[in-house]
């Protein structure tokens, strides 16, 4: 018989080092991915860390046996294949009842598999274990963006005068644990934040607890994990972790309302083109969020993120947009283009419910979210999930934009 043609050989060759390549690049980019919004591999609070613990020895151990096994794999499919196709003797001398061995590959998994089990028991009690002196957040997700409710006075209750609301941002303190509870409003989404712990379903009718804390202040992004429909990939978190002080001013604003009534001419007009068109979906509190709570029908209010502070967040609809300009993580004197998503807006002073810079605002993304939502964000407003296009004038666009400005 003849030996294989030259071509064959060759395409041998080139598949072994295709696959060889991919394999290589898939590996690398595992590895490589270093502050990346959501790289699992840069642990920034004690739960992840624990996390990070874990899988380091764990993945070497895998990878020494990967080697091992695969290797004797490689050797043995090389030491004993067919030398010639015309071979009588085709199959390798067949041999067993080596019990030393057979012995041997079975307690050795066994042992593996006990020690990697008492490392992976420990790190979940670890990760369960309630801190005496956490802040309660309730997170329910909701097509398509994220609602967060803090049980400010500790009762236990996350729907008191005293308690907040909130949406598509999370602010904690650094330093200190949240004990979040996470739940949903419509069907299951999923709650990740890979700097700060691993993921916990979002699911209706359930309360699952996850730990968070943030060693630093900084921005920690995340996104929903369980595919929710249309804008799952476009409904991200944002963990805000800031000063203790910041935590404190931020929590004091939060409770504030916003009865007064706009002084600005355009914000005047804005807020009558809000409470006509707005209110039924959004609350901002001191303005219709008692309406909301005792009309049944048609107001549909609270499916729709609270906008009560909207001008402290530094993203909106989902996290996908910027709210503000971001400011460079490395420099934050140096402002980004709004268009840089990844580096979140930053509301500066606004954020404690300081002046908000109109000059740092992203009027240009928030007046296209205004004149057509759909456009900008897949959803479904029609069966109640997500913002309809409004058809607003470019005149009420500009009052609403007035209005939402005051919102800080
Ligand atoms: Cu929510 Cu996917």
Known sequence: MPRRSLTVRILQVVTLLVVTFLFAALVAAAFFNDGKPLTTLSPSGPSSDSIQKLVVPVFAIAGVVFLLVEGAVLLISWKFRAKDEDDPEEFPEQVHGRTFLEIGWTILPALILAGVAVGTVMTIIDLNREEPDSINVQVAGQQWWWQYKYDVNNDGNFDGPEDIVTATEMVIPAGRPI????????????????????KRDAVPGLRNPLKLEADEPGVYRGQCTEFCGLSHANMRMLVRAVPTGDYDAWVRNQLKD?????????????????????AQCHVIKGVNDVKAKTTPVPLVAGVAPDLTHLMTRGTFAGSIFNLYDPTDPDDPSVLLPA???????N????????????ANVNRVTLEAWLRNAPAMKPMYPQGGRGMPNLALTEDQIDQLVAYLETLN
């Open 179 to 198: 004990q979040v509870t996470t739940t949903s409003n419509d069907v299951i989404h999923s709650f990740w934040i890979p700097g700060l712990n691993g």
């Open 347 to 358: 509301p500066g002073a606004a954020l404690t419910g300081g002046a908000v810079v109109t």
């Open 258 to 278: 916003h009865s007064a009534e706009p002084t600005d001419p355009k914000a005047i007009e804005g807020k009558k083109t809000w409470l006509a068109l707005c």
């Open 339 to 345: 268009g840089d998503v990844a580096s979140a807006g």
